[in-house]
């Protein structure tokens, strides 16, 4: 019996790759032991114990811990590295969250995860757990920056213009979207054992939110033309002095919509699936990387059957306002949180 026990656990340890990867193996038994001890995780919250299965809840959680724990950087300085506190990420977040439950933020199922005003508890709300791993990760030091307070701004610009505690004024605030911000990047440039899917999206992230939830963006513009050479199929980006291939990325005829963080290839071929351009980083990025980022729009595109693929032309996306442009006609959609879910059609004569 002891030794089926010890077989079990020496088996899990080794499951969870030495490699962080955006789907991490079981989570070792004994670490998951003092995690759900440590942050008082109860079955009746998350679901019964699970080491190693995908859906679970439970594994979700304690995966992000272990990601935390388990975590090597080197020390590059960068810019977006603003750190609040000289701990390690995982010490961070133990000092300041005391027990981690599900949900509770004010009724609001959309919140993502929050903390209340004197409370040293993470409450993890339904999409916490239909996000991507390394989002999930970032999402518990930002909510452990919320434990010392820093509350939200109201966004003045971008796609999140208008939304209420969608944004912090700037990075020197040193809020919980600087420690996010901060991660990612950390994750991106200084990671020693994250898997390359892990760091692309933590890349992404970076961008989105760089672009997004701040008043201030703190990255440096990068203009950049996105251009689709017909003769070869090759996209090629042109930054003023220098173009860019990328060799790998065939589309011999589409549509280039400029997106809030990056510019998003709608191949003419209905058989291929939408790619996304990160400017920041010159790259081109598959879309199997950056499925949650893509936006509304692209991901319902490339989960569509090919006959009922339309051929969008251009989109408009903002906080309350979706547009799609197709050759005959315009659809609207107000944001689903907003309310109404039904596209608006108008036909163009
Ligand atoms: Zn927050």
């Known amino acids: 019996m002891l030794q089926t026990l010890l077989l079990t656990i020496l088996l899990a340890a080794a499951s969870f790759a030495e490699e962080i990867s955006e789907t991490p193996g079981c989570v070792p038994a004994i670490e998951a032991t003092a995690y759900q001890k440590q942050f008082q995780l109860k079955f009746a919250n998350f679901g019964p ?12 959680v304690l995966s992000a811990l272990h990601t935390i724990r388990a975590a090597e950087f080197s020390d590059e300085a960068s810019p977006l590295i603003t750190r609040v506190s000289d701990e390690t990420d995982f010490d961070y977040l133990a000092h300041r969250a005391r027990r981690i439950q599900k949900n509770g933020c004010a009724g609001d199922e959309t ?9 040293h508890t993470l409450r993890l709300q339904a999409p916490f757990f239909a996000i991507p791993a ?10 452990a920056r919320h434990v010392d307070g820093f509350p939200h701004v109201t966004c003045e610009a971008g796609p999140l213009s208008g939304s209420d505690g969608g944004c912090d ?4 605030y040193h809020g919980a979207y600087a420690v996010e911000l901060s991660y990612y990047a950390r994750v991106a440039l200084n990671g020693k054992n994250f898997h390359p899917a892990y760091k692309a999206l933590a890349r992404s992230s970076a961008v989105a939110l760089m672009e997004q939830n701040f008043v201030r963006n703190p990255a440096p513009s990068r203009e950049r033309l996105a251009l689709l050479d017909f003769a070869d199929g090759h996209l090629r980006l042109f930054d ?22 990056g510019i998003a290839v709608l191949p003419r071929d209905r058989a291929q699936n939408s790619w996304l351009i990160d400017p920041y980083a010159d790259a081109f990025l598959s879309p199997d990387l950056l499925e949650s980022l893509l936006g509304t729009t692209f991901r319902n595109y490339n989960k569509l059957n090919i006959a009922e693929r339309p051929q969008i032309l251009d989109v408009l996306n903002r906080l309350d306002l979706q547009g799609r442009l197709y050759p005959e006609r315009v659809e609207l959609m107000l944001h689903p949180e907003i309310g109404e879910l039904e596209p608006v059609r108008v036909d163009l004569d």
């Open 111 to 119: 919140v993502v995860a929050c903390v209340r005003p004197g409370e």
């Open 169 to 172: 004024p700037n990075l020197k």
């Open 240 to 261: 003023g002095a220098n173009f860019r291939e990328h060799l790998s990325t065939i589309v011999s005829d589409g549509k280039l919509i400029a997106r809030n963080y």
């Open 49 to 60: 114990w699970d080491l190693c299965s995908e859906a679970s809840d439970t594994k979700k």
């Open 134 to 143: 390394v989002n999930r990760v970032a999402t518990l030091l930002h909510e």
